[in-house]
């Protein structure tokens, strides 16, 4: 979002959302949130008397975001009670999709009220994100549009005695919501092609634009003739991912190459939480914390190939069969070869696949793996050609200039049809 929206005025972007995705925000683009707390949301008895609640209304930031990240890091036993073992029991049981009610507050009115918002920009990806959309579709009056990155309707509810149930309805609820918006978009020509045929609504399709004067359009590969040789993995660990990471983490710990030292180094905002630190026991597997954005264009340039991992599991699958990773643009505007480890039928497959810009291993196999590094690192022409497709691409699909303009003339248009 702080990509799409880069270069709007500070005072025309506003954040509405809960006090678990403010954890992590940017003040770069906009600095005027309103976190949804106990005054929007009403946890049903006896779950209000343990669950955390947060504080409704606007953030002030430096002292508010610190103490949000303290209390993160405080808490971390409790996280990982509530997240690892209280939640799935609610969920098998049935009762995870409505344990609280949510309600537009008099105090989120008077901000709303305030802001004069013109349009509105959506994301949900839970029942309770779609219900709460609904209603302010239907507060505010103005035009709407939501954008999905995932997709999250298939995965929304898969376990439990009741996840038929919690399906078909969430699945519903989101089906009404998209009657209520104005406007539909994507992550990628894949979702926007099965979401038509399941909603039969027409998505536009919107992936991560990227600042492409800060890579080089004229990399060029040279042959490997270094005893080592570096793979990178960038971004977060979880639900679409960390099978697939894990499971090539364990093939670099046991690749023996003749002459080549192989490493394995992952950089993520995840580095802290416990399944890190098991990768971290594997050899030649390095984690890393997270880089400030500027400097990635370098790290991504500085290691001698890429690996973008989906998982193979069925829940990981379903979530992103239709996505191309965040990451996937600044992979390719950098230039340097892409490993994708994912299923066949994943979106970012098929796009290496037709535009031959990165190398796909599509099966759960050491050999296949061992293989594909063994050919990146001895077919110079192959890098290179590679290197050269992806790089092309990039600059002409996902240039953010390009990207933001068309982004913005959406926007802009659906604010002046609601005038007319």
């Not at 926007?192 to 004229?218: G, Q």
Request: charge should be positive; proline fraction near 4%; aromatic fraction near 12%.
């Amino acid at each position: 979002m702080s990509n799409l929206f880069s270069g709007w005025e500070k005072d025309k972007i506003a954040v509405v959302a809960g006090g678990h995705t403010m954890y992590s925000v940017t003040t770069d683009i906009c600095n005027n949130y309103y976190q949804l707390g106990k005054n929007e949301v009403r946890w049903i008895f006896p779950f209000n008397l343990i669950q955390r609640q947060f504080r409704s209304g606007r953030l002030t930031f430096n002292s508010s975001t610190d103490s949000i990240k303290d209390a993160k890091k405080k808490n971390r036993i409790r996280s990982f009670t509530v997240n690892q073992l209280f939640y799935p029991m609610l969920e098998w049981l049935g009762l995870f999709h409505c344990l609280f009610k949510t309600r537009l507050s008099p105090e989120l009115k008077i901000w709303l009220s305030e802001f004069k918002p013109e349009v509105l920009y959506l994301q949900v990806s839970t029942r309770d994100t779609v219900v709460y959309a609904t209603k302010l579709v239907d507060y505010l009056g103005i035009p709407a549009v939501i954008h999905n990155m995932d997709d999250w309707p298939s995965t929304v509810s898969t376990r439990g005695i009741f996840k038929k149930y919690w399906s078909r309805r969430i699945d519903k609820e989101f089906g009404f919501l998209l009657k209520k918006v104005s406007l539909a978009l994507s992550i990628s020509d894949a979702m926007s092609e099965a979401y038509l045929k399941r909603y039969n609504i027409s998505f536009i399709p919107f992936h991560n634009p990227i600042e492409t004067y800060k890579y080089n359009y004229n990399k060029t590969i040279s042959n490997n003739t270094r005893d080592m040789f570096r793979i990178l993995y960038m971004g977060r660990i979880g639900l679409a991912n960390k099978e697939t990471i894990k499971h090539f983490a364990e093939v670099i710990s046991r690749l023996d190459i003749e002459g080549i030292t192989i490493e394995f180094e992952i950089y993520t905002s995840d580095y802290n939480k416990p399944f890190s630190a098991r990768l971290s026991k594997f050899k030649s597997v390095k984690i890393n914390p997270p880089i400030e954005h500027e400097a990635v264009p370098a790290l991504l340039n500085d290691f001698d190939l890429l690996l973008l991992p989906l998982d193979f599991t069925r829940d990981g699958e379903k979530y992103a069969q239709y996505s191309i990773p965040t990451k996937a643009s600044e992979y390719m505007a950098s230039g340097t070869p892409i490993l994708v480890y994912a299923p066949q039928q994943t979106a970012i497959v098929k796009f290496c696949t037709q535009n031959n810009c990165g190398h796909c291993v599509t099966d759960i196999d050491p050999e296949k793996i061992k293989e594909a590094i063994k050919t990146l690192i001895n077919n110079e022409d192959y890098r290179q050609m590679l290197s050269t497709n992806a790089i092309k691409i990039a600059f002409s699909r996902f240039d953010a200039t390009k990207v933001r303009n068309e982004f913005r003339e959406l926007l802009l248009w659906l604010s002046t049809t609601a005038v007319e």
